[in-house]
């Protein structure tokens, strides 16, 4: 079946900007997991979802950081006045649940000029 | 603090060689550890990962890892390493009562593989 979808696959914004990435996760999956890689780094997790609820959310690096999951499906993380160290990739995982093993999207590069 | 540790960041071996990447760990509770591979362009893809158990798991792509929780360590182990093995490893742990199952990542090591 397909796997964990993200787009866009890249995207370049300014400083200051608005932007929204999605996450589709697998069908029938109901955790919903967002990570942020930086450069050389592993990922970092960022927030996550049971069913359309944020059940932890502990990671969110500030207020600028909001994601919704309005239908217990697709997710969208969406980032306030884009600064330049948001530069990263930003990881979407689903699983059957919290106890089930965690499949990742190819992930989504954004690159804040 | 919750913290994973991969000391080594770059690794080369011989391809036919064997591989041993290095994990060390910290953490509160029974742990559930996993090894992830990431190669260039693509997602993390899952190698194995220990619940409960027999201390040594397999994955797939001929990898296995021992579980020693005297060290609090998970080391990732190939007998014979192939040039598609060049990656970037990743070495997690998480729990689920009381992480809801949200995943630590050490910092990864590079894998390149000599002809």
């Known amino acids: ?113 | 603090a919750q913290s994973v540790t991969q000391p080594d960041i770059h690794i080369t071996v011989s391809e036919g060689a064997s591989l041993e990447l290095r994990c060390n760990y910290s953490y509160g509770a029974t742990p559930y550890l996993f090894w992830y591979v990431q190669s260039p362009g693509q997602g993390l893809q899952l190698l194995l990962k220990y619940f409960s158990g027999d201390t040594l798991v397999q994955g797939i792509k001929g990898f296995e890892a021992e579980f020693k929780r005297s060290q609090s360590s998970f080391n990732l182990r190939k007998p014979s390493v192939h040039w598609s093995d060049a990656a970037e490893y990743f070495c997690a742990v998480g729990g689920v009562y009381n992480q809801g199952g949200k995943l630590i990542f050490g910092q990864g090591t590079e894998l390149s593989v000599k002809p």
């Open chain 1, 1 to 113: 079946g397909a796997g964990v979808s993200q787009t866009p696959s890249n995207k370049v914004t300014e400083k200051g900007k608005y932007v929204e990435l999605r996450c589709d996760p697998i069908s029938g999956h109901t955790a919903l997991y967002w990570y942020r890689q930086s450069l050389g780094q592993g990922p970092e997790f960022l927030i996550y979802f049971q069913g359309t609820g944020a059940a932890d959310d502990s990671g969110l690096p500030n207020d600028r950081f909001f994601a919704v999951r309005p239908e217990g499906s697709v997710s969208t993380l969406k980032i306030q006045r884009t600064e330049r160290g948001d530069s990263a990739v930003y990881l979407c995982a689903s699983s059957r649940d919290r106890t089930d093993t965690q499949y990742f999207g190819p992930g989504t590069r954004l690159t804040v000029l």
